[in-house]
T-cell receptor
Framework: DQQVKQNSPSLSVQEGRISILNCDYTNSMFDYFLWYKKYPAEGPTFLISISSIKDKNEDGRFTVFLNKSAKHLSLHIVPSQPGDSAVYFCAASEGTYKYIFGTGTRLKVLA | DAGVIQSPRHEVTEMGQEVTLRCKPISGHNSLFWYRQTMMRGLELLIYFNNNVPIDDSGMPEDRFSAKMPNASFSTLKIQPSEPRDSAVYFC?????????????FGPGTRLLVL
């Protein structure tokens, strides 16, 4: 049973526009969420995180939104750049070391 | 900072052979994780060490898999004997475990192919 789901395997966006990546979870005990970015032949790179006591966290072009009632989080990238093309994983934790990862969404930013 | 270092980056071996993957965590980090990524199962945690002690090995698939952390700067994941279904990318990650779920930083991974 997948506790963390990324239902869109891929997404294409024009350079300069907004990219929105979505993630749903089923476990209401999750209280810490992260987004990782992964380039081919590299390990996942930490991007941004959010605690369940917040509903928004922003870092430069990246903003993560958390909707606890809907058990949904999203990553907004504005403006999108070609270098953002990568696979994005969301992960969730019950406040411990145990991260549950989604299956990833491949973002392609078109120049 | 050099980041998490893994070796080898690629490994091709034949079924039945022993495979040893190596990891050097970020200096000062006291938690180390081994993950496996496959198409079918995605990224899954195999084992977690804290202060060189294995805390959670519930993700280790079977007895053919073993992991050690003899000191704070080195860990190994061994598969003996290897099987074709072990083919995957194996990642090592580390974190500075101060409170709760500290961010985990991943190495570049070892791509393993068992023929």
């Amino acid at each position: 049973d997948q506790q963390v789901k990324q239902n869109s395997p891929s997404l294409s966006v024009q350079e300069g526009r907004i990219s929105i990546l979505n993630c749903d979870y089923t476990n209401s005990m999750f209280d810490y969420f992260l987004w990782y970015k992964k380039y081919p032949a590299e390990g996942p790179t930490f991007l941004i995180s959010i605690s369940s006591i917040k509903d928004k966290n922003e870092d430069g072009r990246f903003t993560v939104f958390l909707n606890k009632s809907a058990k949904h989080l999203s990553l907004h990238i504005v403006p999108s750049q070609p270098g953002d093309s990568a696979v994005y994983f969301c992960a969730a934790s019950e406040g411990t070391y145990k991260y549950i990862f989604g299956t990833g969404t491949r973002l392609k930013v078109l120049a | 900072d050099a980041g998490v270092i893994q070796s080898p980056r690629h490994e091709v071996t034949e079924m039945g052979q022993e495979v040893t993957l190596r990891c050097k965590p970020i200096s000062g980090h006291n938690s180390l994780f081994w993950y496996r990524q496959t198409m079918m199962r995605g990224l899954e945690l195999l084992i977690y060490f804290n202060n060189n002690v294995p805390i959670d090995d519930s993700g280790m698939p079977e007895d053919r898999f073993s992991a050690k952390m003899p000191n704070a700067s080195f860990s190994t994941l061994k598969i003996q004997p290897s099987e074709p279904r072990d083919s995957a990318v194996y990642f090592c990650a580390s974190s500075a475990d101060r409170v709760g779920a500290e961010t985990q930083y991943f190495g570049p991974g070892t791509r393993l192919l068992v023929l």
